[in-house]
């Protein structure tokens, strides 16, 4: 049983920063950010293969957002830079212990229970 719990959501103004944790007691082989705007579906970011700490990121969110994990905490982060007004959504952390797709929501398992993140122009 894998349990996560987010935190650092907030307000900010377009153009800053913010960075969001992702606490998680328990193993798994990947943890992934998802997030979901208002009235739209749930997309995702990126995950982090926690073993060796390899990447991938959704082809819309490169650039501008970086998964790390401080495993001595057993913590994974999203940092964000340059938000935009449309990077307003609830972000989720989710975790899974199976091999293959990593960024489709439907093959997680774990997840908690979101931070909100509102970003005004």
């Known amino acids: 049983q894998v349990q996560l719990v987010e935190s650092g959501g907030g307000s900010v103004q377009a153009g800053g920063s913010l960075r969001l944790s992702c606490a998680r007691s328990g193993y798994s082989l990947y943890v992934a950010w998802f997030r979901q705007p208002p009235g739209k579906g749930r997309e995702g970011i990126g995950a982090i293969v926690t073993p060796n700490g390899n990447t991938i990121y959704a082809d819309p969110m490169k650039g501008r957002f970086t998964i790390s994990q401080d495993n001595a905490k057993n913590t994974v982060y999203l940092q964000m830079n340059s938000l935009k007004p449309e990077d307003t959504a609830m972000y989720y952390c989710?975790?899974?212990?199976?091999?293959?797709?990593?960024?489709?929501?439907?093959?997680?398992?774990?997840w908690g229970q979101g931070t909100q993140v509102t970003v005004s122009s």
């Open positions: 989710a975790a899974k212990h199976s091999l293959g797709s990593t960024l489709s929501e439907y093959v997680y398992t774990y």
